[in-house]
DNA sequence: TGTAAACTACCGAACGGTAGGTAGTTTGTC
DNA sequence: GACAAACTACCTACCGTTCGGTAGTTTACA
């Protein structure tokens, strides 16, 4: 029904990604989706409820995919902490783009004030998760943590973020695979793996 | 001598590393320093020009120090890790500020490819020194690592990067300093403490 | 059922503002 | 007098946004 809206949330989500969202433009968009510049603002009145919407759809996504793992009783925390990750490896094989939420965390003082607020509430949604998936982990056995769940979810977390950062610049495109190994040592399902206190 | 001309680095690179290098005009420089717009680019003909000469100058003291710390007989491995460390601990005291490489790597897409260039060698650079201090570390027994040295060097340098960029949304003061202590926690110079294979 | 009102999707043209950058001129100091 | 440093004035390009208007579809009601 709402094909156009949702084209343009495609592609404005995109952009972002690869170049952020104050280089994205009405006008990349409109040549992209095939449409002029007014016809946007049309849908989207202004470029912050158009960005406010691209979170909006991004989180809500995340978040019933989210549930659906949790809520499944076969599923085990290793598995879901490995589905955690799945995004940040497919990012692994597109060199030149980041994560939503790391791409807007990066430009927040250009943000307007409402996206602020929703990049904060999304960051904050992803490190709640990733601990409680850490928490669950320790509580039923299933995980031996090199540190804290709060700590190490936010050593997690960031270097997450930063890696993909960094690797657009130094344009090394293992170094994210590389990390996210490094991560699955710091939390270990095997428990024959001396834990240090 | 060049009083003006350093005056001009030093609010470049406050501005890049509070708003970003797009974010950055000449206006505000020429405001802050109380000059006139094209007076700076008397001193930096281009907007690219000035960005290279505020990562050029930021990278040559970096190393001028690093140099100092590491021909010093009396500084342990763990003193240079520490010394690595301390440029982020000043800035968890200054909430909206990232490091200038962070602030850079974030816009990459939106910068001039000059600058792109710098940016790039930047960060090696800065991983590099890291991977060094950690190797270092280990043939002399001073240092305990829980992974390879190239690949927690990148888990310390990613993380420190993400966790400057996240605060600034989530405004959680504490996550940096915080983050410190886990990535001294995965760098033990307690001989005593198991290491993981 | 006919028809007028209302709504949806889109458009061309233009506005106010800001960006980086240029040309030419004045000022201050060896 | 030479030259660097600073100035005023101006330019082009692009940004988000507004305006006025055009089709085509849906809705409301006599």
Same mark, same amino acid.
């Given at each position: 029904m709402n094909a156009t809206a949702d084209r343009i949330l495609d592609v404005g &989500? /995109?952009?972002? &990604?690869?170049?952020?969202?104050?280089?994205?433009?009405? &006008?990349?968009?409109? $040549? /992209?989706?095939?449409i002029r510049k007014p016809s946007i603002i049309h849908h989207f009145p202004t470029k912050a409820e158009l960005g406010v919407a691209i979170i909006r759809r991004y989180r809500d996504t995340f978040a019933s995919?989210? &549930?659906?793992? $949790? !809520?499944?009783?076969? !599923?085990? $925390?290793?598995?879901?902490? /490995?589905?955690?990750?799945?995004?940040?490896?497919?990012l692994a094989s597109t060199p030149d783009k980041v994560c939503l939420c790391g791409a807007l965390a990066g430009e927040i003082p250009a943000l307007p004030e409402v996206m602020r607020v929703e990049v904060k509430q999304f960051i904050e949604a992803h490190q709640r998760w990733l601990e409680e998936i850490l928490r669950e982990g320790v509580e039923l056995g299933e995980l031996v943590l090199i540190d804290s769940p709060k700590s190490l979810s936010r050593v997690i977390f960031n270097s997450l973020q930063g890696s993909l950062l960094v690797r657009r610049s130094t344009e090394d495109v293992s170094q994210l695979k590389d990390l996210i190994n490094a991560m699955r040592k710091l939390v270990k399902s095997d428990s024959s793996i001396q834990q240090i206190r």
């Open positions: &989500q /995109e952009l972002i &990604q690869t170049g952020g969202f104050s280089a994205m433009s009405f &006008q990349d968009i409109a $040549s /992209e989706v095939g995919q989210l &549930q659906q793992i $949790s !809520k499944d009783p076969a !599923k085990s $925390s290793w598995d879901a902490l /490995e589905f955690y990750f799945s995004p940040f490896l497919f």
